[in-house]
């Protein structure tokens, strides 16, 4: 069984911060590409960052400058850094993770974080 448990959503309000964070847990030989994604109310989930084994990133254009990803692969957690936060930043952010467990990799979903800025 594999497990992603993400941490750190709340409520806060324009302009501030908060840190997201995700770790995976159980039985797999290695993570490949972890990352972000959000579902806001009414749209669809769109990718918000990724973040390769190697430290390459991809932003989404609205983010950049804004949020920061990092990840600690021997603790298999990314941390998301969002900062300057605005209400459409307002959104569930899911984790998700590559894994391979056997042979070829598969996409695992956490449970999903609430992010909502609002003054």
């Known amino acids: 069984q594999v497990q992603l448990v993400e941490s750190g959503g709340g409520l806060v309000q324009p302009g501030g911060s908060l840190r997201l964070s995700c770790a995976a847990s159980?039985?797999?030989?290695?993570?490949?590409?972890m990352g972000w994604y959000r579902q806001a109310p009414g749209k669809q989930r769109e990718l918000v960052v990724t973040i390769t084994r190697d430290g390459i990133t991809n932003y989404v254009d609205s983010v950049k400058g804004r949020f920061t990803i990092s990840r600690d692969n021997a603790n298999n957690t990314i941390y998301l850094q969002m900062n300057s936060l605005k209400p459409e930043d307002t959104a569930v952010y899911f984790c998700?993770?590559?894994?391979?467990?056997?042979?070829?990799?598969?996409?695992?979903w956490g449970q999903g974080t609430q992010v909502t800025v609002s003054s």
């Open positions: 159980g039985s797999f030989l290695r993570i490949t590409t």
């Open positions: 998700n993770a590559l894994i391979v467990r056997v042979v070829l990799p598969s996409a695992y």
